[in-house]
């Protein structure tokens, strides 16, 4: 019951803030009686279908659902007649995970309110519960825990602030570590902080991170050579992609771009926002600047024989981000330059591109620091400095493809961590508990 209070508490606080994006953006509509009251009866029986065992597997986003794609597949060639169903928390995740799942195996997760978990839990009649990187809540995992049911953590991420934080308020959210059937650790420190949060160290492994498994390695593939012809690419252009944008940033990358490209003819810009509900914002920026905008969903079916430079192509889609990043040689993770705490990077170093972010990193800190001590990404300060980044990228070819390599080989050294995932959750015990749902903690 005090979780349930504190929801609805901070629920009733960010109500303005939660009807303005709705109204504005249209955020928050999808799925309303899922997440507010868990799966129906009927919906979780479309869901699991006739499989004799259900497995939930729970992303957040983007950037999670990614990872699930190999690792769904992964399970269901090593088991028997079992149905994964797959639930995240936003628009854009569920969208990606319907393509890639099916529309009939993806649903919204449900708040933590214990009506809604219980509710969920019982309709999927699940016999196991995987949550991708971490999303630790209390009334979920104690009522999987209640029911017998493993609740496992693969690609596990939990920063020293994040821990720091859980240990402020251990007293409430120390059980629920303790409850975590298996914790794959995507290094040793973040394995160590599950631990001093309360998860038992002898069901806490390093697996490694799913992000260096989940890289691309070849740009030779249908997805980029499309997107290539589609853009018109000749082979003489460098092509500039920022992707993962988060608001201010477009801006610092017309900056430079328009800075670079009267010295630079062959330079050419790709800008890809985070958030869809941007994506106006950004083409009516592009156009104020003086630039055509070319937009990758307005004109999806149509190649372009050329790409001028004084055009920008906007890429307005969800899902496409992976793809793009191979048709450029030079790449800027966004989401970096201010307080978003930076994306996934190894996307544009798998494919080898001369990758830049800024200074704010703190979500992908390890793998970030990684690709510095490397020589194989590079972080800048400001705009200026990224501008003397992509300058040297147009002027040192060489140094630019020496960056790029030295990123593919780091992707490539630290490749595995789906396998020892497997063997994790292949230690786990999955059974149908028939006890009756008591009341979570």
Request: charged residues 25%.
């Amino acid at each position: 019951m005090f979780f349930n209070f504190l929801y609805l508490t901070a629920l009733l606080a960010l109500s303005p803030v939660i009807l303005y994006r709705s109204l504005r953006h249209g955020r928050y509509r999808r799925g309303r009686f899922e997440k507010v009251f868990g799966l129906s009866k009927s919906r979780g029986a479309a869901l699991r279908g006739d499989a004799w065992k259900t497995v939930w597997v729970h992303a957040v986003s983007v950037g999670e659902v990614n990872l699930l794609l190999e690792l769904v597949k992964r399970l269901e060639s090593q088991s028997g007649k079992i149905s994964i169903v797959v639930s995240t928390s936003t628009d854009t995740g569920y969208d990606l995970a319907c393509q890639y799942f099916g529309a009939d195996r993806v649903f919204f997760a449900p708040l933590d309110f214990t009506w809604a978990v219980k509710r969920t839990i019982r309709n999927l009649k699940c016999n196991q519960l995987i949550l991708a990187e971490l999303e630790l809540w209390p009334n979920l995992i104690a009522t999987a825990a209640s029911l017998r049911i493993p609740v496992c953590v693969v690609n596990g991420r939990l920063s020293e602030r994040s821990a720091a934080g859980y240990l402020r308020f251990s007293r409430w959210l120390a059980p629920a570590f303790s409850r975590l059937t298996a914790v794959g650790c995507q290094d040793t420190a973040t394995a160590d902080r599950f631990v001093r949060c309360g998860a038992d160290s002898d069901k806490v492994h390093v697996t490694g991170s799913l992000k260096f498994d989940n890289a691309p390695h070849s740009r030779d593939t249908p997805d980029v050579i499309e997107r290539s012809d589609w853009a018109g690419i000749d082979p003489w252009l460098r092509v500039w992609c920022f992707g993962s944008s988060q608001a201010g940033e477009e801006e610092i990358a017309l900056d430079v771009y328009h800075r670079l490209r009267p010295r630079h003819p062959e330079l050419r810009l790709i800008l890809v926002p985070r958030h869809p509900e941007r994506f106006d914002a950004v083409a009516d920026l592009i156009q104020a600047r003086g630039d055509r905008v070319l937009r990758r969903s307005y004109d999806n079916d149509q190649c372009s024989d050329t790409w001028d430079n004084d055009e920008v192509i906007l890429i307005d889609t969800v899902g496409e981000l992976r793809h793009w990043w191979g048709v450029a040689q030079i790449a800027t993770v966004g989401g970096s330059f201010g307080d978003r705490g930076g994306q996934n990077m190894l996307e544009p170093a798998g494919y080898g591109c001369a990758t830049s972010f800024g200074p704010n990193t703190k979500n992908f800190d390890l793998i970030a620091n990684q690709l510095i001590d490397a020589d194989a990404a590079v972080r800048v300060q400001n705009a200026e400095a990224l501008e003397t980044f992509v300058c040297r990228c147009l002027t040192d070819i060489p140094s630019a493809d020496t960056l790029g390599r030295h990123a593919q080989e780091l992707v490539r050294l630290h490749r595995g961590a789906y396998d020892r995932t497997m063997e994790m959750l292949g230690g786990v015990q999955t059974f149908q508990s028939t006890t009756p749902l008591r009341r979570a903690a």
